[in-house]
Each structure stands twice: as C-alpha cells, then as structure tokens.
C-alpha cells in the first residue's frame, strides 16, 4: 500500500455511479488478462469533460474540487484507458473517495 503523503484527496461528488463497472477485449478470458483499476471519481471527470463536454473549470466546480485536482484525476483516467486499449487489459471501475451527489445535496440542505 501507498503511503499518501500531503493532504488527503477531498471526495469528489459524483453525479453517476457507473452501473457497469467491467470492461476486456472480446475473446479473451478474464482470467488471462491484466487489470486496469479506474476510481469511480476519474470515470466522473471523463464523463464531464469528454461526454457532457465541459470546461475543466465547470467540471471542477460541479465535482466540488479545485481545477489542479480536477486536471490530476483526469490525466490520471486517461492515462489508464489508453494503457488498457493500448495494451489490451481488462478495465475495473471501483473504489475512490467519492460521494454521491445525491447526498452531498441532503447534507447540505440539513446545514443550511
């Protein structure tokens, strides 16, 4: 296990858990391939900004985190897709330090 230096990473409101959390190359077992782990809050920053279409900025700001660590998770997500279709390894989507939106909404309205 890591050790984490610095500041521990603020969880990041995610707006969709993924309902699918697999993906391999057709034709291979799952057994015979490597595995990429993808955190949920990296699938959320791709999600924002290459399917929604979002500026890093918006995206930061709806994931509640500054634009750097916005930036970070994303590289980091694209890093390891590009290794997985590259390499053809199976992709895993668990894990993170995530919360719901949903909840971070209820929460904050119980502050409020």
């Known amino acids: 296990m890591k050790k984490c230096r610095g500041r521990p990473k603020c969880p990041r409101r995610v707006e969709q858990p993924p309902d699918v959390t697999y993906f391999k190359p057709r034709g291979v077992p799952l057994s015979d391939l ?3 782990s993808l955190a949920v809050e990296e699938l ?3 999600r ?3 399917v929604e279409g979002l500026k ?3 995206a930061a700001a709806r994931v509640g985190i500054s634009r750097r660590a916005f930036w970070e ?7 390891k897709i590009a290794l997985a279709l590259s390499a053809g390894k199976a992709i895993e989507i668990k894990g993170g330090n995530y919360i719901r939106a949903e909840d971070a909404d209820i929460s904050e309205d119980a502050d409020a």
Do not use: F
């Open 34 to 36: 490597e595995v990429v």
């Open 44 to 46: 959320e920053a791709l």
């Open 56 to 58: 890093q900025e918006e």
């Open 48 to 50: 924002l900004v290459d």
């Open 73 to 79: 998770d994303l590289k980091s997500a694209r890093m």
